[in-house]
């Protein structure tokens, strides 16, 4: 049997976060955390217990679960995100500040994404290919 460490160390995702894939990356990243259970720790949903009345062994537990899913996001981002995220102290910190950072909620942002739909042509795409790289960009 595969311990639940292992098993989540052998996710692989299929898209890293870089300045433009944002609303797919959340989209898939917190699919797996919350089929993990751990989506608590995204959502701030699940805080750092206080000892006392926290055990020491919840409040190791509840480190442990968030260092796991801290470790997902990190290898997750593309490389050039990896080092602001650094000195973040818990999962949902990160996963506000890739958010507040990231998600299409600048002008800037969205004049990007509308461009690059005006300019998407489907070429050589086949039909698949072109609706779903269309569809990307509009769901961004």
Same mark, same amino acid.
């Given at each position: 049997m595969v311990s639940e460490l292992t098993s989540m160390e052998s996710d692989q995702m299929s898209t890293r976060l870089n300045s433009k894939n944002y609303a797919i990356? $959340? !989209?898939? !990243?917190? =699919?797996?955390? @919350?089929?993990?259970g751990f989506l608590g720790h995204l959502d701030g949903t699940s805080a750092r217990p206080v000892v006392p009345p926290a055990t020491d062994?919840?409040? $190791? @537990?509840?480190?442990?679960? #968030?260092? @796991?899913? %801290?470790?997902?996001?990190?290898?997750?981002?593309d490389p050039t995100i990896l080092l602001g995220l650094r000195l973040?102290?818990?999962? $949902?910190?990160?996963? @506000?500040?890739?958010? #507040? =950072?990231?998600?299409?909620?600048?002008?800037? %942002?969205? !004049?990007?994404?509308?461009?690059?739909?005006a300019a998407l042509h489907q070429g050589n795409? #086949?039909? $698949?290919s072109y609706f779903n790289a269309a569809r990307l960009l509009w769901t961004e």
């Open positions: 990356w $959340a !989209f898939q !990243f917190r =699919t797996m955390i @919350k089929g993990k062994q919840e409040l $190791a @537990k509840w480190v442990q679960n #968030d260092a @796991k899913v %801290r470790s997902l996001l990190l290898n997750s981002v973040l102290s818990s999962a $949902a910190v990160m996963w @506000k500040s890739l958010a #507040d =950072t990231y998600a299409c909620t600048s002008n800037n %942002r969205q !004049f990007e994404l509308e461009v690059e739909l795409l #086949d039909v $698949a």
